[in-house]
């Protein structure tokens, strides 16, 4: 049987049944295709657990949401703390994390193609996806497992990359190979980056002014009422006017636009900004 969930409530319409009493009996079989959604209001005595078992011998791919809404203002109340999966996304550190990987990448593979060739088709054969341009997340791990770097890391660590490398296209929990060429030329753009942050240490004295000084330009088509850069003033008016020295390569604005936003949020905000300054 299941396991009760006091003061739970069932969306209509979902594949659910509630029990006498108004609390939530889970089910104890799955059909295929089916849909269900619980919603529990305030706090629950203890932790809870989803099972779910398997129908077949096969592989089976099951999606499973869930959020929860601040408490008067605060994410958790006080002596809680935020429920796994719930934090807010550690971009700059997922980033971090990704172009390590990306340098590793790039220092044994000439271009993304042969990367591809060498890191992807094999774990997608194994999992029966031979010749698709799409990384699933399941499959993410056989692949970000082949750098010996990452056994120095947590043993989530390959998610907090997955989701950054994700959020470098259209952000549908799987990894293109558009993207993935992303990320294969992401310490390269992170040097680009380095590049234009020397410049900036040269006429402004610290990190706050030369965030203001940037904002500010980026803001110069009149609106101010954003307290972050987006995409087109920045591709507009920042990047297109850095200039590196000596030559230096410079990466295209998509690129390093995605670099500093590590959030992936469509904005560069100051703590981005400081995290590369």
């Given at each position: 049987?299941?396991?009760?969930?006091?003061?739970?409530?069932?969306?209509?319409?979902?594949?659910?049944?509630?029990?006498?009493?108004?609390?939530?009996?889970?089910?104890?079989?799955?059909?295929?295709?089916?849909?269900?959604?619980?919603?529990?209001?305030?706090?629950?005595?203890?932790?809870?657990?989803?099972?779910?078992?398997?129908?077949?011998?096969?592989?089976?791919?099951?999606?499973?949401?869930?959020?929860?809404?601040?408490?008067?203002?605060?994410?958790?109340?006080?002596?809680?703390?935020?429920?796994?999966?719930?934090?807010?996304?550690?971009?700059?550190?997922?980033?971090?994390?990704?172009?390590?990987?990306?340098?590793?990448?790039?220092?044994?593979?000439?271009?993304?193609?042969?990367?591809?060739?060498?890191?992807?088709?094999?774990?997608?054969?194994?999992?029966?996806?031979?010749?698709?341009?799409?990384?699933?997340?399941?499959?993410?791990?056989?692949?970000?497992?082949?750098?010996?770097?990452?056994?120095?890391?947590?043993?989530?660590?390959?998610?907090?990359?997955?989701?950054?490398?994700?959020?470098?296209?259209?952000?549908?929990?799987?990894?293109?190979?558009?993207?993935?060429?992303?990320?294969?030329?992401?310490?390269?753009?992170?040097?680009?980056?380095?590049?234009?942050?020397?410049?900036?240490?040269?006429?402004?004295?610290?990190?706050?002014?030369?965030?203001?000084?940037?904002?500010?330009?980026?803001?110069?088509?009149?609106?101010?009422?954003?307290?972050?850069i987006h995409a087109g003033p920045w591709a507009s008016k920042i990047w297109l006017t850095f200039d590196p020295p000596d030559g230096f390569a410079k990466a295209p604005a998509s690129s390093a636009f995605h670099f500093v936003d590590a959030d992936g949020t469509g904005e560069v905000t100051e703590d981005e900004f400081k995290s590369?300054?």
């Amino acid at each position: 049987g299941g396991h009760l969930l006091e003061n739970a409530v069932c969306e209509p319409g979902s594949d659910s049944q509630s029990a006498p009493g108004g609390r939530f009996w889970t089910a104890d079989h799955l059909p295929t295709g089916g849909r269900y959604v619980v919603t529990v209001p305030g706090l629950v005595a203890q932790e809870l657990f989803v099972t779910i078992p398997k129908s077949s011998r096969q592989f089976e791919i099951v999606e499973l949401n869930y959020s929860y809404q601040a408490i008067q203002g605060l994410a958790c109340p006080v002596g809680f703390e935020s429920p796994i999966g719930c934090s807010s996304f550690p971009g700059t550190q997922a980033r971090a994390l990704t172009v390590k990987w990306s340098s590793w990448v790039a220092s044994n593979y000439a271009s993304s193609d042969l990367a591809w060739r060498g890191l992807c088709e094999a774990p997608l054969a194994a999992y029966g996806m031979s010749g698709s341009l799409d990384i699933p997340q399941e499959v993410w791990p056989a692949i970000w497992h082949l750098w010996e770097g990452s056994r120095q890391h947590e043993d989530w660590a390959w998610r907090l990359s997955f989701h950054f490398v994700d959020s470098l296209g259209i952000q549908d929990n799987s990894v293109s190979f558009s993207e993935f060429a992303k990320a294969f030329e992401l310490s390269v753009v992170g040097l680009s980056i380095f590049t234009w942050c020397t410049s900036l240490h040269r006429s402004h004295p610290t990190e706050k002014d030369a965030w203001q000084a940037t904002l500010s330009t980026a803001q110069e088509d009149g609106n101010s009422v954003s307290q972050g850069i987006h995409a087109g003033p920045w591709a507009s008016k920042i990047w297109l006017t850095f200039d590196p020295p000596d030559g230096f390569a410079k990466a295209p604005a998509s690129s390093a636009f995605h670099f500093v936003d590590a959030d992936g949020t469509g904005e560069v905000t100051e703590d981005e900004f400081k995290s590369i300054w």
